[in-house]
Structure formats: C-alpha cells, structure tokens
C-alpha cells in the first residue's frame, strides 16, 4: 500500500519553519561571531614563539576537535552551572558551546592560511622593520585570506548543520520545531522532507560559492 503524502500540512503551519528559521540564525549568528574571533586569536597563539602560549591553545584546539560536540553542549548547559554558578539559558548555551567548537576548526583554517604566506615576504616585512601586529595586518593577513575562505566558507557550512543539536537543550530551532510539529499532525515523511529541503537550500548556495572561489583562484594561479 503507498504513502498518501499531505503536503498541506507544511503550507497549513508554514510559520512555525519561519520561527524555527529565526532561532537557526540566531544559534548561527552568536556561535559564528564568537568562533570568528575566538579561532583567529586561537590561530595567532599556536603560531606564538612561545611554549606557554602554544601548549595550552594546542590542548584547547585538540579537546573541543576530539570531542563531540553534543557532549560539550550538554556539559556547557548542565555542568558548567554546577562548577562556576553560572547558568546561560539553552538558546546561549548552544551559541557559546558550537563557537567553542567551532572556533577550534577555525583556528586551524587560519593557521593553515597563514603558513601559506611565502616565508621570504615576511622575512623582508620584519627586515624593514615591522613589528608582529603589523605584520600580520599588512603582509600576512590579506595574502592568508585567500587560502582562507574555501575552507572557512565549508566549516561554516558545518556550523549550520550542527544548529540541530540544539534540539537536545529544547532550542526551538529547525529541527525542534519539526519534532514538535510533528506531534501535533502525525506526518513526519512530510515535515522531515521539508525539513532537508530547507538545509540543502541554506547551505548549497554556501558549498556552491566555496567552490566557486576555489575554481576562480585556482585559474588565476
């Protein structure tokens, strides 16, 4: 006997994909602005002269890419409240525990960059006399970012995915609005299909540009 697919269902409660979409971007945006600036600084740091600065940004980056994700939210969320007294509610909780994450994968996007620059540019910037912040704002960095964005845009794309996680902390993003919705109409073919639909529209334009870029720089090499 076939499925009698009710599509109706997903034009009926269209505004509860729209609400799902919002905390999506929301997750998205608080965990990409903390992994931006927190993987940069990670990056710099394993790049240090100094032992006592790369060993403890080598431990961090190794720990959060060796673990999974959702056991670092879940500690983020119940654990970290009982150690320190503080307590985030789940929609931050999810933000700051996917830009820590995430801010470890950065972090060696932007190492990877910068070692990409050729050795003798930066030799003759500390010959003339530039001094490290503004070497790696004027020599290093705008060659870097070249290297930079394919990868970066690809582990972007992987932080959007990993928003659905957050469904475990009962964020109300995407997927836990489907679960939810779901209760509500018994039709989960149908919600889960749209639910894949909407995040291949999200982030096939993204995967779609980082290729984009790599074809278009690898021409012009």
Same mark, same amino acid.
């Given at each position: 006997m076939?499925y009698n697919?009710?599509?109706?269902?997903l034009?009926e409660?269209?505004?509860?994909f729209v !609400?799902g979409?919002?905390?999506t971007? !929301?997750?998205?945006?608080?965990a990409f602005?903390l992994?931006?600036?927190l993987?940069l600084?990670l990056?710099?740091?394993?790049?240090?002269?100094? *032992?006592?600065v790369?060993?403890?940004?080598?431990?961090y980056?190794?720990?959060?890419?060796?673990t999974?994700?959702?056991?670092?939210?879940?500690?983020?969320?119940y654990? @970290?409240? *009982?150690?320190t007294?503080?307590k985030?509610?789940s929609?931050?909780?999810v933000?700051?525990g996917?830009?820590?994450?995430t801010?470890?994968?950065?972090c060696?996007v932007?190492?990877a960059g910068i070692?990409a620059?050729?050795r003798?540019?930066?030799?003759a910037a500390?010959a003339v006399? @530039?001094?490290?912040?503004?070497? @790696?704002?004027?020599?290093?960095?705008p060659?870097?970012?070249r290297? @930079?964005i394919?990868?970066f845009i690809n582990?972007t794309?992987?932080?959007?995915k990993?928003t659905?996680l957050?469904s475990?902390l009962a964020v109300?993003e995407?997927?836990h609005?489907?679960?939810?919705?779901?209760?509500?109409?018994y039709?989960?073919?149908?919600?889960?299909?749209a639910l894949a639909?909407?995040f291949a529209?999200i982030?096939y334009?993204?995967?779609y540009?980082s290729?984009?870029l790599?074809r278009?720089w690898?021409a012009?090499?």
């Amino acid at each position: 006997m076939g499925y009698n697919w009710q599509f109706d269902v997903l034009t009926e409660y269209w505004i509860v994909f729209v !609400q799902g979409a919002v905390v999506t971007a !929301q997750l998205t945006g608080i965990a990409f602005a903390l992994a931006l600036i927190l993987g940069l600084l990670l990056a710099l740091g394993r790049l240090s002269e100094s *032992i006592f600065v790369r060993t403890p940004v080598a431990v961090y980056v190794e720990f959060f890419r060796s673990t999974p994700a959702l056991v670092q939210l879940v500690w983020i969320y119940y654990a @970290m409240p *009982i150690l320190t007294g503080i307590k985030f509610n789940s929609l931050v909780s999810v933000g700051i525990g996917l830009g820590l994450h995430t801010a470890a994968y950065y972090c060696e996007v932007f190492r990877a960059g910068i070692l990409a620059v050729e050795r003798g540019q930066v030799d003759a910037a500390k010959a003339v006399g @530039m001094r490290r912040a503004q070497l @790696m704002r004027r020599v290093v960095l705008p060659q870097a970012v070249r290297q @930079m964005i394919p990868p970066f845009i690809n582990e972007t794309a992987s932080l959007i995915k990993l928003t659905t996680l957050g469904s475990v902390l009962a964020v109300s993003e995407l997927l836990h609005a489907s679960n939810n919705l779901i209760t509500t109409t018994y039709r989960p073919l149908e919600i889960y299909t749209a639910l894949a639909v909407i995040f291949a529209a999200i982030i096939y334009p993204i995967v779609y540009l980082s290729r984009r870029l790599e074809r278009y720089w690898a021409a012009r090499s």
